[in-house]
């Protein structure tokens, strides 16, 4: 049962207390034309295939940006603005305002064209503020009371790793660490519930801090002091950088160490893309991470020339979100930004021999590039756009292309060529010195007039084959009706290919692991970008490569059946309709996120409420041959490969990347080998799909009535193991009801309206990896069997392609996993009814999206197809999984320690290929229903719903699961004991090299530690040996130390604490690492686990960093213990953070799930509902001593290194060889 794929999103950030470290993002984002939310699957976030970004058509940008700045044809002047003392900023030059529609005369010329144009405007969200001070700062605020009390600050700095010199390479990501943390006004946000991150990408840096409105900290007259002022101080403080000597010294050696930890494979193949994708502008050569010979010399001076030369009023915007007064905001933005001047930050530039090259920069972008023509959020750009017939290039008027050799140099003519010069090469396409040699394939013509740029990357520690195509087009501002009813058809297209892909394209055993077609606007990269991404196994890549472009000329030729537009224009309409249910419930990351991507396309920002109401008014009309026409357009560049077809003009670029092979390997490509398979897909006839029979219900009406008379259900009193009466079977209770079904099954809900029309189930059943092993299963049967449970989904007489369109009709995830400790099962869902045909007053309901969660649920309980070709899918997912994690430096490095910690106990190491082999279907059978006992299983469910309705609908679908269901499976006389983790021999020191192109480390420190509850493996637990060590506590603290939750509370705090110093003192003080991580293995049922500290370094400062770990360890426990600030610190952490869950529909499904299992026996009631009394009480004392329960002496940890080394005979490839974007230059 899969569904709901979408783009994949990658990021790093360290999380300390109340800070974030800091990190560029190295990703393609998206953000829907409405904001969405996002499941993680396998470890990939995705959003919903249902809610696209939005792409190319005829548009005209005559106008489009009024008012201030230049407009699109205007020759660029520099700034002269008058002043008594001081220049003009040598780069500061009239452009577009940043606000773009938000920009107040352009809003009101939107406005104003209503009832003058054929298609009307979209109406703005009538809350959101904008404006622009005197200096040239602009602004936007949008209220929100998601949570109340609480408010984020985001400041964009329009210029990123594509703007630097030459010599700059790095420096923009290099400044923003120096300026936010050498900012002593952000200091003073620590220990007042706030967070503060900002990180650093192509087109712009970002700063933010997300804050509390007032602190709990009270003034010097005992009056709660307002945030705002602090935040915004913090974040003009950064324009303001001092830019100390100390301080980059610092964040250099932090930045060097990110250097090392960001360089994974899959970087590196990320780079490889990218670099392919932008091959004709700078965005190919400017990565964010830079050159580690530049950021090794950079001084003072080099860095406070970056940041005055960009950090100038006019060049930034600043976005608020929050519980606040917009009057208010309004004038404190003007107190703290009013003072800023250009003039200032140019009077201060430290190397004036820069100053010629930045201002010839500053001149050629905003002469051609898509930052000035279109947004100033993009990077300075041109790109080789592949679009239909009357979509042209945007800067083809002003941009003649001149061939040398096989490079492009842009000449750019002006009429002021003693300011810019007759050639300016914005676009880096002549070689330079600090280039890599990175050999790309030429470009190959398919047949006349369509061409292709081929790429191929190679690597030893590639596991997989993976295909990407692309085209570019240009962004379309959605302002209108008609470009809002185009994009909704895209999104039908998309949504309809990805399902077919997802759930047609698995049937016969595909060549390729994963596949997607989508299209996103990309901000960072100026332009929308259409991607087919797939993976596959190495021996079967031209298969794959053929099956996934067939599919794609499948929608382009044929278009979507009347059923597939009838299914997902239904889905749109209801996920709008869920965002308008959530208004101002939308949470301030959400609703800022989804701001700052509106503006930076130049959409129109709307409420969930009018996105919602124009949905609906465009879903109405929308028709399939407007569907089938976006389609078209959306594969015209692969349809176009083939003579006779709908075709665009511009490049298409492939790019694949595999393991290295031998040329008779069958493993084997080259370009040549490439283009062919691309070539032959794209003259395969392709035949047009059938609709599927979609049932509308998996359990009739009858088929219910019959199974309540067969087994007649009944509650039954809610019985727990933490000291917490029995709750009635017959009454509501609040936080939430928790009760047991008469067959065994074990209830809890809770009413959340905080995600309006949404709703989480989680089933969990007891047992996991370690029940293999106790209940005597072959090892693997049961992480197999989940994983064929997820890869199958065909119920009774329904196929798995029906089960899985049911589910997508009803908008539903699932994700089926087991762990160490249990099989578990997730759902998500809407909570109103879908499956919906028809509109307005025709529209015909279909049932709730809670209804088909049960039925679902139900189904596989009683009435699971095991199948063959799922089991297949689930193996080859494993022996993928495996495989990798030998050719990873964490994976490998990580493995090799834990099989040293449990003395080789493989419940807690991956599977391997020999054991995923041996697992048949009758064993995956076997082992995953012998847990599906009804007397073993606890459903948890959250949701915006009606408590009463839900009960009853549990009770009519599973409570008429027999009580008896699969008791053919059950292991007879097995004991139902969860086994204690292994007990730990003395600690030991480890080694291990991978072979790597590129040098890296890794090392970790490991020891004992108890479980998520408190308990060690001796069966001791924390609560009781603080108890006995403390011979001097009062009757008071005998009593707090008695709560079931005492021992979780303790080690929370002890986390958020150790992180937080080993940011200080590896980081910060010894400056050997960017990244260390304490984490706790978390177990519920067994007894005992495990501490580990990650710490990445390069390999010269890999043993210090990892002593520097053990240091801070040690420091904890005796010469700098716990302090009073520390445990505040924390419990702010921890108390915010599980406020903010609370308001999520899958923190409350998590924190039930257990509460009525007496295998978790300290889990109960009790430890939700004195959360907050019990970490409020929290002492030093209590955290001192549970510390000494963990395994912390030097005898007793287990250390380990992880160190890349070049392969023997390593002759480095030019094909192969680690992209620049890497940051090894």
Not at 43 to 64: C, E, H, I, Q, W
Not at 922 to 937: I, W
Not at 962 to 970: K, L, M, S, Y
Request: hydrophobic share 35%; proline share 5%; glycine share 6%.
């Amino acid at each position: 049962m899969k569904f709901q794929v979408a783009a994949g999103i990658l990021a790093t950030a360290l999380f300390v207390g109340d800070v974030n470290a800091f990190s560029f993002v190295p990703q393609r984002s998206s953000i829907a034309v409405t904001p969405s939310k996002s499941i993680s699957n396998n470890g990939r976030t995705r959003s919903s295939s249902l809610v696209m970004k939005d792409d190319n058509s005829k548009f005209s940008f005559a106008n489009l940006f009024s008012g201030e700045g230049a407009a699109s044809g205007a020759t660029p002047t520099r700034v002269r603005r008058s002043s008594a003392t001081l220049e003009p900023h040598p780069s500061q030059r009239d452009h577009i305002n940043p606000l773009n529609a938000l920009y107040p005369p352009n809003k009101q010329a939107i406005e104003e064209s209503a009832g003058k144009s054929t298609t009307p405007p979209l109406p703005f969200h009538p809350a959101v503020q904008s404006g622009v001070l005197s200096n040239g700062f602009s602004y936007v605020f949008l209220p929100n009371r998601s949570p109340p009390n609480r408010f984020e600050a985001h400041l964009q700095v329009f210029s990123g790793s594509s703007d630097e010199l030459e010599p700059q390479q790095g420096i923009a990501h290099l400044t923003e660490h120096v300026a936010y943390m050498g900012s002593r006004k952000r200091e003073r946000l620590f220990g007042t519930g706030s967070q503060t991150n900002a990180y650093t990408d192509f087109h712009h840096t970002v700063f933010y801090a997300a804050c509390p409105t007032y602190s709990p900290n009270t003034g010097s007259f005992g009056s709660p002091q307002p945030m705002l002022p602090m935040a915004l101080d913090a974040l003009c403080d950064v324009m303001e950088a001092r830019c100390d000597p100390s301080r980059i010294e610092k964040e250099r050696q932090a930045v060097l160490s990110e250097m090392t930890m960001v360089n994974t494979i899959e970087y590196r193949v990320e780079c490889q893309i990218l670099s392919t994708l932008h091959r004709e502008n700078r965005l190919a050569k400017r990565f964010p991470i830079g050159k580690e010979s530049l950021i090794q010399k950079w001084d003072r001076d080099d860095v406070k020339t970056w940041h005055r030369t960009h950090y100038r009023p006019d060049n930034v915007l600043l976005y608020i979100v929050g519980d606040l007064d917009p009057q208010y905001v309004q004038q404190t933005i003007e107190d703290k930004f009013g003072h800023l001047t250009a003039e200032k930050q140019g009077s201060e530039i430290a190397l004036p021999e820069l100053k010629g090259d930045a201002s010839d920069l500053a001149d050629a972008v905003v002469g051609n590039t898509l930052k000035q023509r279109q947004s100033w959020h993009y990077p300075p750009v041109r790109h080789d756009f592949c679009v239909v017939e009357g979509v042209k290039d945007l800067l083809d008027d002003e941009t003649k292309l001149v061939e040398t050799g096989d490079l492009e140099v842009v000449e750019k003519e002006s009429e002021d060529e003693s300011s810019i010069g007759s050639i300016y090469d914005i676009h880096l396409q002549k070689p330079y010195s600090l280039d890599d040699k990175v050999k790309f394939l030429k470009e190959a013509e398919l047949s006349p007039g369509k061409v292709i740029r081929p790429h191929i990357f190679k690597h030893e520690l590639l596991q997989n084959f993976s295909f990407h195509l692309f085209a570019k087009r240009p962004v379309e501002p959605i302002k209108d009706m008609e470009s809002f009813r185009r994009s909704l058809a895209r999104r039908v297209c998309l949504a309809a290919l990805q399902i077919r892909l997802n759930v047609g394209g698995r049937s016969d055993d595909p060549a390729f692991t994963f596949v997607e077609f989508n299209q996103l606007d990309s901000a960072r990269e100026g332009c929308a970008v259409c991607s087919l991404d797939m993976t596959a196994d190495p021996p079967r890549w031209r298969e794959a490569v053929l099956k996934s472009i067939s599919e794609i000329r499948k929608l382009g030729i044929h278009g979507v059946t009347p059923g597939e537009m009838e299914r997902y224009a239904s889905a749109l309409l209801t996920d709008a309709e869920q965002l308008a249910a959530q208004g101002d419930m939308i949470s301030h990351g959400d609703q800022l996120a989804y701001l700052m991507e509106t503006v930076a396309n130049g959409h129109t920002f709307m409420s969930p409420e009018q996105s919602y109401a124009v949905t609906e008014q465009a879903l109405s009309t929308l028709t399939l041959e407007e569907v089938n026409r976006a389609a078209a357009e959306l594969c015209s560049h692969i349809t176009g490969l083939n003579d006779g077809e709908l075709t665009s003009t511009g490049k298409v670029v492939a790019v694949a990347c595999a393991p290295k092979s031998s040329d008779n390997d069958a493993a084997f490509v080259d370009d040549d080998m490439l283009c062919q398979a691309i070539r032959e897909a794209c003259t395969i006839e392709v035949e047009p799909v059938e609709d599927v029979v979609v049932p509308h219900t998996l359990v009739t009406p009858a088929e219910l009535e019959e199974a309540m008379k067969a087994n007649p259900p009944s509650w039954e009193s809610g019985q727990f193991s933490d000291g917490t009466p029995n709750t009635p079977a017959d009454r509501i209770t609040r936080p939430f009801t928790l009760r047991r079904l008469s067959n065994g099954i074990r209830v809890g809900i809770n009413q959340n309206p905080a995600e309006s029309q949404r709703g989480h189930l989680r089933l969990v059943a007891p047992g996991g990896r370690d029940a293999e092993r106790r209940l005597g299963f072959k090892s693997g049967s049961l992480a197999v069997g989940a994983r064929a449970m997820q890869e199958g989904g065909s119920f009774g007489s329904f196929s798995r392609e029906q089960v899985e369109l049911f589910a997508v009709d009803h908008l539903i995830m699932v994700e089926i996993n087991c762990n160490e400790e249990s099989l578990v099962m997730d759902f998500v869902f809407p909570t109103t009814n879908v499956g919906n045909s028809g509109y307005g007053e025709n529209m015909k309901l279909g049932i709730t999206g809670t209804e088909s969660v049960l039925q679902i649920v139900r189904e596989i309980l009683v009435d699971f197809n095991w199948e063959e070709d799922a089991l297949g899918r689930s193996k080859s997912s494993y022996r993928t999984a495996h495989e990798s994690l030998g050719k990873s430096l964490e994976g490998k490095s990580t493995e090799m320690i834990m099989d040293a910690v449990t003395s080789g106990d493989d419940r807690f190491l991956s599977i391997d290929v020999d054991t995923v082999n041996a697992v048949t279907l009758e064993d995956a059978k076997n082992a995953v229903m012998s847990q599906l006992r009804p007397k073993d299983l606890e459903i948890s469910v959250s949701g915006d719903f009606v408590v009463n309705e839900v009960l009853e609908q549990i009770l009519q679908y599973l409570g008429t699961v027999p009580a008896d269901a699969n008791a053919e499976f059950e292991v007879k006389d097995a004991t139902m004991e969860f086994d204690s983790v292994p007990k730990l021999a003395p600690g030991k020191h480890l080694d291990l090299e991978l072979e790597d192109s590129d040098p890296r480390a890794v090392a970790y420190v490991a020891g004992a530690a108890p479980n998520q509850w408190g308990f060690l493996a001796d069966g001791t637990s924390v609560a009781q040996r603080v108890s006995e060590a403390d011979k001097r506590a009062s009757d008071y603290d005998k009593q707090r130390r008695a709560h079931p939750l005492f021992g979780n509370a303790a080690l929370s705090l002890i986390s958020e604490i150790a992180n937080r110093r080993l940011f200080s003192t590896v980081r910060e003080r010894k400056q050997l690492t960017y990244d260390a991580n304490f984490s706790l293995t978390g177990f519920e049922r067994m007894k005992g686990g495990w501490f580990l500290v990650t710490v990445t370094a390069s390999k010269e400062k890999a043993q210090k960093a990892l002593d520097a770990c053990k240091e801070t360890l040690e420091a904890l426990r005796k010469s700098n213990p716990i302090s009073v600030d520390n445990l505040e610190s924390a419990k702010r952490v921890v108390l915010n953070r599980h406020e903010g869950e609370l308001r999520t529909s899958q923190y409350w499904a998590t924190i039930m799930s257990g509460i009525q299992e007496e295998s978790i026996p300290l889990k109960g009631p009790l430890s939700v509902t004195d959360f907050h009394a019990v970490i409020e009480a929290m002492t030093t004392t209590d955290l001192q001593l549970a510390l000494d329960c963990m395994g912390l002496e030097e005898s007793q940890l287990y250390t380990a290194i992880g160190k890349t080394v070049q392969p023997e005979g390593l002759v480095v490839d030019e094909i192969v060889k680690a992209s620049p974007m890497a940051g090894m230059g």
